[in-house]
């Protein structure tokens, strides 16, 4: 897994040769906040999954459950689950997860790569609700 917090760190991993779809996904979300700031780390951060990564490990990279939702914890196997991010996309290969952390605005982006070694469940609620709208209300 690649956590990026900074825009040094994001320059670093977009050099090192990555997946040119997703290199074309955070140069999209550069742009978009280059208008906001001028340091990313104090508006986003940015977390690659990786295929073996463990559920455990991303979700402490995001501070939160990935598998549930971040204010009542009801896990997304359980009727009763509404996700909490802000913005689900489905791209050709990668999933990108958007939440909003703050009132000032700053988020964590994820994508998570459409990968067999990845995590079943993750690659399942990815699929789930990509399918359905995917700018939800957040309710904490």
Not at 1 to 25: C, I, Q, T, W
Not at 94 to 99: A, H, M, P, R, S
Request: hydrophobic residues 50%; glycine residues 8%.
């Amino acid at each position: 897994m690649y956590v990026l917090r900074d825009a040094a760190a994001v320059r670093a991993f977009l050099s090192a040769g990555v997946d040119a779809e997703l290199k074309g996904l955070i140069d999209g979300q550069l742009e978009e906040l280059a208008e906001y700031t001028d340091e990313l780390g104090e508006l986003a951060a940015f977390i690659v999954v990786q295929p073996g990564d463990a559920i455990a490990q991303i979700d402490d990279a995001l501070g939160f459950g990935i598998l549930s939702n971040r204010f009542d914890a009801v896990p997304f196997d359980d009727p009763g689950f509404v996700p909490s991010w802000d913005s689900l996309a489905e791209h050709t290969g990668w999933f990108e997860l958007t939440y909003v952390l703050s009132d000032d605005g700053f988020g964590l982006v994820v994508y998570v790569p459409k990968a067999e070694a990845l995590a079943p469940e993750l690659l399942a609620m990815c699929s789930r609700y990509a399918a359905a709208d995917a700018h939800r209300e957040v309710k904490p």
